[in-house]
């Protein structure tokens, strides 16, 4: 206890040293990082988990306290965002927004979004409509980090207020500024998806798993963000424990790739594949047929091929969508000259419109396919005949949730 009020002012309540007061921030904020991937994000944006009643509350109750942020709010927010990806309407695309704007004005981004109380409606259906939430959490937001001001004051005194601001800057920066900023912008991508989500690092641990955000965009609706051998979702490791613990039950997760051997066409089990992971076929041409060649190509062609910008040669991955007007008629230049490039940019391109269309004809969309690596087999494109061969073999590997 303090001496005098001066010392309670200095230290509060707990006369905690530096030490203590850091270790006290590190748990907070990473409980709050916590609250919003496991259960705004995970659980109520994307239905990927359920948690226990007591511990779906518990997340709420953090998130009112420590940023004021609305559950049916950033719900609404983060599906749009899904919705209308790098888009105009998406709500903090860099491509639209500027990297700038969205790693230092995310909090403002976020106000215009939640103004937006048509999308509100229209994107935050089925999130917590109980008296607690119409009666405390929604209409007083802004109470639960005022009072939590004057927690982290009693406790600590003026490094306590110190404390809280850093607190209330944590979301802001971390989630509305380097997952929504450069988690669009910088980084590696294991799927071509249609946008231009990155992981930011393959362990991810310092924002809840949120770093693997090129995943989550390619299976939005998988509750596990790690999708490769090297890669943690500290996120997922605390679902794990809490769903051991019968705290949690997980809904869904990515599906694995399989690629059998020996299969002569594509048939049903190639077409629930392709259609589930349509991100991943489109990478794996990238990877076993265009940069083949493109490495090919530079060994005949010497320092013309070399010398070619980098983001033009990655822009073959997705077909130049990303390029602006004078850049794409840069990689058209490129492509027209080269009579083999061309025609593997042409198979990617009719490949990526048998994936994408949304027919309900089934044996249609596995006919085209069919037809797409009979006519890839036929190419002479060594490359481009492998590929075919590996595409037929496409198989779902069903995912364990337990």
């Given at each position: 206890?303090?001496?005098?009020?001066?010392?309670?002012?200095?230290?509060?309540?707990?006369?905690?040293?530096?030490?203590?007061?850091?270790?006290?921030?590190?748990?907070?904020?990473?409980?709050?990082?916590?609250?919003?991937?496991?259960?705004?994000?995970?659980?109520?944006?994307?239905?990927?988990?359920?948690?226990?009643?007591?511990?779906?509350?518990?997340?709420?109750?953090?998130?009112?306290?420590?940023?004021?942020?609305?559950?049916?709010?950033?719900?609404?927010?983060?599906?749009?965002?899904?919705?209308?990806?790098?888009?105009?309407?998406?709500?903090?695309?860099?491509?639209?927004?500027?990297?700038?704007?969205?790693?230092?004005?995310?909090?403002?981004?976020?106000?215009?979004?939640?103004?937006?109380?048509?999308?509100?409606?229209?994107?935050?259906?089925?999130?917590?409509?109980?008296?607690?939430?119409?009666?405390?959490?929604?209409?007083?937001?802004?109470?639960?980090?005022?009072?939590?001001?004057?927690?982290?004051?009693?406790?600590?005194?003026?490094?306590?207020?110190?404390?809280?601001?850093?607190?209330?800057?944590?979301?802001?920066?971390?989630?509305?500024?380097?997952?929504?900023?450069?988690?669009?912008?910088?980084?590696?991508?294991?799927?071509?998806?249609?946008d231009t989500a990155t992981n930011l690092t393959p362990w991810g641990v310092w924002v809840g798993g949120e770093?693997?955000?090129?995943?989550?965009?390619?299976?939005?609706?998988?509750?596990?963000?790690?999708?490769?051998?090297?890669?943690?979702?500290?996120?997922?490791?605390?679902?794990?424990m809490l769903s051991a613990l019968k705290l949690a039950k997980v809904l869904r997760v990515a599906p694995s790739?399989?690629?059998?051997?020996?299969?002569?066409?594509?048939?049903?089990?190639?077409?629930?594949?392709?259609?589930?992971?349509?991100?991943?076929?489109?990478?794996?041409?990238?990877?076993?047929?265009?940069?083949?060649?493109?490495?090919?190509?530079?060994?005949?062609?010497?320092?013309?091929?070399?010398?070619?910008?980098?983001?033009?040669?990655?822009?073959?991955?997705?077909?130049?969508?990303?390029?602006?007007?004078?850049?794409?008629?840069?990689?058209?230049?490129?492509?027209?000259?080269?009579?083999?490039?061309?025609?593997?940019?042409?198979?990617?391109?009719?490949?990526?419109?048998?994936?994408?269309?949304?027919?309900?004809?089934a044996s249609a969309t596995l006919h085209r396919i069919q037809d797409w690596c009979h006519e890839a087999e036929?190419?002479?494109?060594?490359?481009?005949?492998?590929?075919?061969?590996?595409?037929?073999?496409?198989?779902?590997?069903?995912?364990?949730?337990?």
């Amino acid at each position: 206890m303090p001496a005098t009020f001066l010392d309670f002012l200095a230290t509060g309540l707990t006369g905690a040293g530096w030490g203590t007061i850091v270790l006290y921030f590190l748990a907070v904020t990473q409980l709050t990082i916590f609250a919003v991937t496991l259960y705004l994000h995970r659980s109520q944006a994307h239905r990927a988990v359920d948690f226990h009643p007591a511990v779906a509350h518990v997340f709420r109750f953090w998130t009112w306290l420590t940023t004021s942020m609305i559950t049916k709010e950033w719900a609404a927010i983060h599906r749009k965002h899904h919705a209308k990806c790098e888009t105009e309407e998406d709500p903090h695309s860099p491509q639209f927004k500027g990297i700038r704007t969205v790693m230092w004005r995310g909090v403002e981004l976020y106000r215009e979004a939640r103004a937006d109380r048509e999308s509100i409606e229209k994107y935050g259906k089925g999130c917590p409509d109980d008296w607690i939430e119409r009666r405390l959490y929604t209409p007083h937001a802004t109470l639960g980090p005022v009072l939590l001001l004057f927690v982290s004051f009693a406790l600590f005194g003026f490094a306590g207020v110190a404390v809280w601001a850093l607190q209330m800057l944590w979301i802001p920066f971390w989630a509305a500024g380097v997952i929504n900023g450069l988690g669009h912008w910088w980084g590696y991508r294991n799927f071509e998806t249609h946008d231009t989500a990155t992981n930011l690092t393959p362990w991810g641990v310092w924002v809840g798993g949120e770093e693997l955000h090129n995943n989550h965009h390619a299976f939005p609706s998988s509750a596990k963000f790690a999708l490769r051998k090297f890669e943690f979702d500290i996120g997922w490791a605390a679902i794990r424990m809490l769903s051991a613990l019968k705290l949690a039950k997980v809904l869904r997760v990515a599906p694995s790739l399989d690629v059998r051997p020996n299969i002569s066409m594509p048939d049903a089990e190639t077409l629930k594949a392709l259609l589930s992971h349509r991100f991943q076929a489109m990478t794996d041409y990238y990877r076993h047929v265009m940069l083949p060649t493109l490495r090919e190509e530079a060994a005949h062609a010497g320092d013309s091929l070399r010398n070619v910008p980098r983001r033009l040669r990655k822009a073959l991955a997705d077909g130049g969508r990303w390029l602006d007007h004078d850049a794409r008629a840069d990689l058209q230049g490129l492509v027209q000259h080269r009579p083999r490039l061309a025609t593997l940019v042409e198979f990617r391109a009719r490949l990526s419109v048998v994936l994408e269309e949304r027919s309900h004809d089934a044996s249609a969309t596995l006919h085209r396919i069919q037809d797409w690596c009979h006519e890839a087999e036929a190419s002479g494109i060594k490359a481009l005949q492998e590929f075919a061969a590996r595409l037929r073999g496409y198989a779902l590997v069903p995912a364990r949730i337990g």
